[in-house]
């Protein structure tokens, strides 16, 4: 266990231990993860003698901000609460065009939309919120709330999108609008 705690480098979160994450302040150990429409995070610090540990049934991006800033305040600091964006509405028209399935060689990805809202599924996971790319309202590109990716579309003037693709982890997967 001493092993797992030892820094084996330096990222922007701090210290990278093998399997957690050690904060600035050197001695709180921490984790987080995201899979399947459910994150979690899990922080330790045994000088203190506390741990939080947070669990959702969803995919967000909020719970690690959240689960950071509860355990500052069991530190005894003065933090802000997490500040969640809410989604605007798209126009439902625009939106309407972009609503579809599409398909490449390595995988399928159905495009819905709810209440004024886009949704994209990876066949296999869970459908995600995605949204506007900031100074995009009205545009062709959108960022998932749940994950660390964004979505293009090809739109033409007139009509259905033509393919969508999909940008993350430096990688680009362009699927093709498929008729079902």
């Known amino acids: 266990l001493e092993l797992a705690r030892e820094p084996m480098f330096e990222s922007e979160f701090g210290k990278v231990c093998f399997g957690w994450m050690l904060y600035p302040d050197g001695t709180t150990w921490w984790h987080n993860g995201m899979t399947g429409g459910y994150s979690s995070y899990m922080a330790v610090n045994s000088s203190l003698k506390f741990a939080v540990v ?12 959240a689960g950071t800033k509860i355990f500052q305040e069991l530190a005894g600091m003065d933090v802000e609460p997490v500040k969640i964006k809410v989604a605007e509405k ?9 609503v579809g399935n599409y398909k490449s060689s390595i995988l399928e990805m159905t495009i819905t939309t709810k209440n004024g809202k886009l949704f994209a599924m990876v066949k296999g ?8 790319v900031e100074g ?10 749940a994950v660390d990716a964004e979505l293009g579309f090809d739109v033409p003037v007139e009509g259905e999108a033509t393919s969508v693709t999909l940008y993350q982890n430096g990688a680009e997967y362009e699927c093709i609008r498929i008729d079902e």
Not at 56 to 62: I, P, V
Not at 90 to 98: G, M, N, S, V, W
């Open 54 to 65: 947070v669990l959702t049934n969803g995919a967000s991006g909020y719970t690690t901000p």
């Open 90 to 98: 798209i126009d439902e028209d625009y939106a309407a065009r972009l």
């Open 125 to 132: 996971q869970s459908a995600f919120l995605v949204v506007p």
């Open 136 to 145: 995009e309202v009205g545009g062709d590109r959108f960022r998932y709330e």
